[in-house]
């Protein structure tokens, strides 16, 4: 038995079930006369059985065609909640987003992102794993987040990296120092002798640091060297230090008490993007978080471009696959 119908077609078959005559089906399917009766022909003929009993005075639905008339409100009942739900999908009535974040983005781009999409679209569930680089990329592959937001590439030929912004490095200051006062950018050679607060190598903070103090031929020799950004924070706010970190990353814990001043000469831009599996298309609802998380980016660092530049030629610049234990 050869079954091939379509919706219109059951369409057609119930409202001749309901009406028991040809010539209003007809008309209330836009069809004519003869191309209900055949569509009605080519149903029994796939089923193997009668649906109607037609004379010249009535229609009459069979045995098989009550039994069929049930199956078939079920089938479209069936049909349209899965047009439902596909639309609810695709109009973020429904869904949820799922996304790996480095902590420094974790903790500025993306709650603000959150409260956004939260606003607009209520419905839709918002889950974020903060973690490394490394690790993230780890959760992408494994399908346990759509996507995620890093500051590295990750150079794997089963992720794709897309751009969306970048934060360029500034000096975290007491409000006490000397150089708390000025406007101006600071080039980090001016900034070499200072004691320095920053993160360990193979970090890549610390790699950018190093390559920048490089271009002057300075070797970069932080007199403290913590894990984490709330830690640099408090060291640099009870005035033991500097420390030259992204501007992103310098948002995170902020102490009262604290400067920044832009870094430059060189002015050395740190990528942010999105990592995802490579051939997999986002989620209707995950598409709209990216465009959240790339107006929040803009909005936190207007002066940059939306494309990351590439980094400056150093004597010994970062990799270009970024350690992943990025923060």
């Known amino acids: 038995m050869s079954i091939n119908w379509n919706a219109h ?3 057609v078959f119930l409202a001749l079930a309901e009406t028991l005559s040809f010539r209003r089906t007809a008309e209330q399917v836009h069809l004519s006369q003869p191309a209900v009766s055949g569509l009605i022909s080519r149903l029994e003929e796939s089923l193997g059985v009668r649906l109607f009993d037609r004379t010249t005075r009535s229609v009459q639905l069979t045995g098989p065609g009550q039994v069929f008339v049930e199956q078939a ?110 406007s101006k950018p600071l080039r980090w050679v001016e ?41 640099i924070n408090a060291m640099v706010a009870a005035g033991l230090g500097v420390a030259a970190l992204p501007e992103l990353a310098a948002a995170v814990a902020p102490q009262a008490g604290l400067v920044q001043r832009r870094l430059v000469d060189p002015d050395i831009p740190r990528p942010i993007g999105l990592v995802t599996r490579r051939g997999r298309s986002l989620s209707p609802a995950s598409a709209a978080m990216v465009e959240f998380l790339r107006q929040e980016v803009q909005r936190l660092v207007p002066h940059r471009n939306t494309v990351p530049a590439t980094r400056p030629n150093a004597r010994k610049s970062p990799p270009s696959r970024v350690n992943p234990r990025q923060p």
């Open 9 to 11: 077609e059951l369409d």
């Open 73 to 182: 409100r079920l089938l479209r009942q069936q049909s349209d909640e899965a047009v439902r739900a596909v639309r609810n999908v695709a109009e973020l009535q429904v869904g949820q987003v799922v996304l790996a974040a480095l902590p420094s983005l974790a903790a500025t781009v993306v709650p603000a992102a959150f409260a956004r999409f939260a606003l607009q679209f209520p419905a839709v569930r918002l889950q974020v794993v903060d973690t490394l680089s490394g690790p993230a990329f780890d959760l992408v592959r494994a399908g346990q987040v759509e996507f995620a937001l890093t500051a590295a590439n990750p150079a794997y030929a089963d992720l794709d990296y897309t751009p969306l912004a970048s934060d360029g490095f500034v000096l975290l200051i007491p409000v006490s120092h000397p150089l708390a006062s000025g």
């Open 191 to 231: 900034v070499a002798t200072l004691t320095h607060i920053s993160m360990p190598l193979p970090s890549s903070v610390r790699q950018y640091a190093d390559a920048a103090l490089l271009e002057h031929r300075v070797r970069f020799s932080p007199r403290y060297e913590v894990e984490h950004l709330a830690t």
